[in-house]
């Protein structure tokens, strides 16, 4: 059974820093582009970054350019999104989802089919 399981979430002071893991089951990460996800209450779910299938190519959603990093170790199954300065208008539910892919690339747009439950992010003083 095709499996993501999100951790690292939590509570942290503006200007902090959080790394959220994602641990990949029942599939190899090798075929596959993963993305991360975040939702706020009340607003529509937005794609905050996208690694791809080898790791060589991420892209990354204009708000956090510079203050996220998306990594990935296939041997180890895991995802990672490493977040630093963290603002309050980062906090919400962050999802890492994924999708199969010939290509080395990725792209926030896909359709990602395979979710994990989410993770909350609380960015507050």
């Known amino acids: 059974q095709l499996q993501l399981v999100e951790s690292g979430g939590g509570l942290v002071q503006p200007g902090g820093s959080l790394r959220l893991s994602c641990v990949a089951s029942g599939f190899t990460l090798d075929s596959y582009a993963i993305g991360w996800f975040r939702q706020a209450p009340g607003k529509e779910r937005e794609a905050v970054s996208c690694?791809?299938?080898?790791?060589?190519?991420?892209n990354y959603e204009d708000s956090v350019k510079g203050r996220f990093t998306i990594s990935k170790d296939n041997a180890k199954k895991m995802i990672y999104l490493q977040m630093n300065s963290l603002k309050p208008e980062d906090t919400a539910v962050y999802y890492c989802?994924?999708?199969?892919?010939?290509?080395?690339?990725?792209?926030?747009?896909?359709?990602?089919?395979?979710w994990g439950q989410g993770t909350q992010v609380t960015v507050s003083s």
């Open positions: 989802a994924a999708t199969r892919t010939s290509t080395y690339v990725c792209s926030r747009d896909w359709k990602y089919n395979r």
């Open positions: 690694i791809s299938s080898r790791g060589g190519y991420t």
